[in-house]
């Protein structure tokens, strides 16, 4: 069976502080997606990034980074030098299905940095 | 809009009532997903569509859920019978697809939260 799991309920930092949100994926395919999605206050979910599961390359992306584990079957994400609009909700998915964007998310981390 | 359009975007409804919930998506996406949102859970998919047929509904909890789309556009879920559990907030999303590949980049609404008294 395919799960997401993000211990992390809450995070709080300081801004410009680095941070770390830890994920956790479990499936039983060789072949699969990992995403991140970021839900503001807004409610809206936005789009970050999708990794294949042939593809262990990290990626940077600004201030993001991913790093993806296939040992530990982990794809953590970090923000550096945070800001106050990086306060949101965070979510990691995992697809398995090539044909659709059927994700299975992670509980989410509530990410919030103070000034 | 450009976006993904849902409505209302607040709704508070007695329990045993019918609901019906809209979802408008991005014109010229092909696939609408339905997930919902509850207090300290996760998304939880609950229907997809690919044009107007339904090929995976298997998230939807009960057979008081069910959904629609028409026109290859825009999609209802309907709750009937309403229960305090259904509580939650409903999210839509779309996203271009074809045969044999994902983008994995879906497109959400802002969403429609619920409230059964």
């Known amino acids: 069976a395919q799960k997401v799991t993000q211990a992390q309920t809450e995070i709080s930092v300081v801004e410009k502080e680095d941070v770390t949100l830890d994920c956790v994926y479990e499936?039983?395919?060789?072949?699969?997606?990992l995403f991140w999605y970021k839900q503001p206050p807004s409610g809206e979910l936005v789009f970050l990034i999708r990794?294949?599961?042939?593809?262990?390359q990290n990626e940077i992306s600004g201030r993001y980074s991913w790093n993806f584990q296939k040992s530990t079957s982990s794809f953590n994400f970090t923000i550096t030098a945070s800001q106050v609009v990086d306060s949101a909700v965070y979510f990691c998915?995992?697809?398995?299905?090539?044909?659709?964007?059927?994700?299975?998310f992670g509980t989410g981390t509530r990410l919030q940095v103070f000034p | 809009g450009a976006g993904v359009s849902q409505s209302p975007s607040n709704k508070v409804t007695e329990k045993g009532k019918d609901v019906e919930l809209r979802c408008d998506p991005i014109?010229?996406?092909?696939?609408l997903y339905w997930y919902r949102q509850s207090l300290g859970q996760g998304l939880e998919f609950l229907i997809y569509?690919?044009?107007?047929?339904?090929p995976d509904k298997s998230g939807l909890p009960s057979d008081r859920f069910s959904a629609e789309r028409t026109g290859g556009s825009v999609s209802t879920l309907t709750i009937q019978r309403t229960q305090q559990e259904d509580s939650a907030v409903y999210l839509c999303?779309?996203?271009?697809?074809w045969g044999g590949g994902n983008t994995g980049e879906l497109f959400f609404g802002e969403g429609s939260r619920l409230t059964v008294l």
């Open positions: 999303a779309s996203s271009l697809a």
């Open positions: 499936t039983r395919d060789t072949t699969y997606y």
């Open positions: 990794r294949n599961s042939f593809d262990e």
């Open positions: 998915a995992l697809s398995e299905d090539s044909n659709t964007d059927k994700l299975i």
């Open positions: 014109s010229g996406h092909t696939a």
């Open positions: 569509f690919q044009g107007n047929s339904a």
